[in-house]
């Protein structure tokens, strides 16, 4: 099979798929989250993103929150990131994390476009900091809408941002 072109024109595998999170891929997420422009534009992920522990202790509330689903995302075998679904109050929101060596082919639109099989539960909800606009992007493809805009303190730019919060309706 012919690959597609992802956003920069680099091939894109046909052999993106999820898995249940295993504890080896915590190390992968690690790595990814120490990339200072990846922890930027994703503003909400730690405010330290050297420190292990926070690391640790944000992971084992995911991986035991009886009502979150996570998944690790890989491409020919190798783990390129996460994709989540969580409470958040009443709602479901999802999120993603896809490695920065790994932007502009598509993961992670085909990430969170399986991982929205998974999860039917309607509508769901994303956020995003309003000048991530590959991530806009990403959840626009997917069929999100933006709904508001809120100022919220961003961990990981060590102040307040805007941010748009997006419904995929029913």
Same mark, same amino acid.
């Given at each position: 099979?012919?690959?597609?072109? #992802?956003?920069?024109?680099? !091939?894109?595998?046909?052999?993106?798929?999820?898995?249940?999170?295993?504890?080896?891929?915590?190390?992968? %997420?690690?790595?990814?989250?120490? *990339? !200072?422009?990846?922890?930027?534009?994703?503003?909400?992920?730690?405010? *330290? !993103?050297t420190d292990r522990?926070? %690391?640790?202790?944000?992971?084992?509330?995911?991986?035991?929150? !009886?009502?979150?689903?996570?998944? =690790?995302? =890989?491409?020919?075998?190798?783990?390129? /990131?996460?994709?989540?679904? %969580?409470?958040? /109050?009443?709602?479901?929101? $999802?999120?993603?994390?896809?490695?920065?060596?790994?932007? #502009?082919? #598509?993961?992670?639109?085909?990430?969170?476009?399986?991982?929205?099989?998974?999860?039917?539960?309607?509508?769901?909800?994303?956020?995003?900091?309003?000048?991530?606009?590959?991530?806009?992007?990403?959840?626009?493809?997917? /069929?999100? $809408?933006?709904?508001?805009?809120?100022?919220?303190?961003?961990? /990981?730019?060590?102040?307040?941002?805007?941010?748009?919060?997006?419904?995929?309706?029913?």
């Open positions: 099979m012919v690959p597609t072109r #992802g956003a920069y024109g680099r !091939p894109v595998t046909d052999d993106l798929r999820l898995r249940p999170v295993r504890e080896d891929d915590l190390v992968e %997420f690690f790595v990814h989250q120490l *990339d !200072p422009e990846a922890s930027r534009m994703a503003a909400f992920g730690a405010e *330290d !993103p522990r926070a %690391f640790a202790a944000h992971w084992v509330r995911i991986l035991t929150g !009886p009502e979150n689903l996570s998944r =690790t995302v =890989t491409v020919d075998g190798a783990v390129v /990131g996460h994709v989540l679904a %969580f409470p958040s /109050g009443d709602d479901i929101e $999802v999120s993603y994390w896809i490695d920065r060596a790994h932007w #502009g082919r #598509g993961y992670a639109t085909r990430a969170l476009t399986a991982l929205l099989r998974e999860v039917t539960r309607r509508p769901l909800y994303a956020r995003t900091a309003t000048d991530n606009a590959a991530s806009l992007t990403v959840l626009r493809r997917c /069929g999100f $809408v933006v709904r508001s805009t809120e100022r919220a303190y961003a961990p /990981g730019r060590g102040h307040e941002i805007d941010e748009y919060v997006l419904e995929l309706p029913a």
